[in-house]
């Protein structure tokens, strides 16, 4: 008897369901041949949920197992990610597409706009796409790279789908357009060497001795922490000036990211440390003032 109550309480709510669906799939709108009803508006709502979690579950495993590889640096791995990323997408709509069975022709008269759309609207996202994809292909900028664009200089933090993100020595983050990298000039402190040499000038009195500063000069560079060893600083006499000898001091650095108008600081106060200690003289413009004529009402009374 329990068995018999059971099979009609399963049949009951399986009636209730088809009844439930006929009558969601009765409410409906067509256009042509395009029908759309409440039944189907649901299941694609279900089916695009299941697609999209399914989706971040992959990508989730895949950029794991991107990032453990140790065959991939950071460049390579991130365009790994990128294509990955596309191509699970682009699989995960074709399947989306298969399982909800629909005919793709129904939407041929849109076809005309949507290419419209992306021809106009969509133009520059899909340039910067295609170009971050190329960047980081050849490799030309990476992250952790060190490069100047227009009036931007810091370090790459990151190459997105849009933008390249650099993050300047005030903390202040620029998004820079792919596509503008591919096509105004950049300098990119780390392209090949993360060497950078720092020029500093120097100028002296007349009076000075020049060995003596050119040996204050190398004192005071390589006392520095931030400066190399090899390649070894060097000291330059770059000219004979109106006021000065002119000296130009070259140094290298390896970590341009950490800022470089700190290190000229810093070796500029040596410099003036040790000039100072040695009486050495930092000349500056003066200007005498001659008087030719003195107004009347200025004279002092005899």
């Known amino acids: 008897m329990a068995q018999g109550q059971a099979e009609k309480i399963v049949e009951g709510t399986v009636d209730s369901t088809v009844r439930l669906f006929e009558g969601l799939d009765q409410f409906a709108f067509a256009v042509g041949n395009f029908r759309l009803s409440v039944l189907d508006a649901l299941i694609f709502l279900v089916a695009a949920t299941l697609l999209y979690i399914g989706v971040r579950i992959v990508l989730y495993v895949v950029k794991k197992l991107i990032r453990r590889s140790k065959r991939l640096d950071a460049t390579q791995g991130l365009l790994t990610e990128k294509i990955a990323t596309i191509i699970i997408i682009a699989l995960a709509f074709l399947l989306g597409v298969d399982l909800l069975g629909i005919d793709l022709s129904a939407l041929a008269v849109f076809s005309g706009a949507v290419g419209l ?71 990119n402190w780390s392209y090949s060497s993360r060497n950078v040499r720092v020029a500093i000038p120097v100028g002296v009195s007349y009076s000075s001795d020049m060995d003596q500063v050119e040996a204050l000069l190398i004192e005071a560079v390589t006392s520095c922490d931030r400066v190399l060893k090899n390649p070894k600083p060097n000291i330059w006499m770059s000219e004979f000036g109106d006021n000065s000898v002119n000296f130009e001091i070259k140094a290298w650095i390896r970590d341009p990211e950490h800022g470089v108008g700190n290190v000229r600081s810093e070796i500029l106060k040596k410099v003036w440390k040790a000039f100072k200690e040695e009486g050495i003289e930092i000349p500056f413009p003066q200007r005498d003032v001659y008087i030719k004529t003195v107004p009347d009402r200025l004279k002092s009374p005899e």
Do not use: C, W, Y
């Open 117 to 187: 759309a992306v021809g106009f609207g969509l133009q520059k996202t899909f340039g910067n796409l295609i170009a971050g994809l190329i960047l980081l292909m050849d490799r030309s900028v990476k992250p952790g790279d060190v490069i100047v664009v227009g009036d931007t200089f810091g370090e790459i933090s990151k190459i997105g789908t849009r933008a390249v993100s650099v993050i300047t020595r005030d903390g202040k983050e620029h998004l820079i357009p792919n596509e503008l990298l591919m096509t105004e000039p950049v300098e």
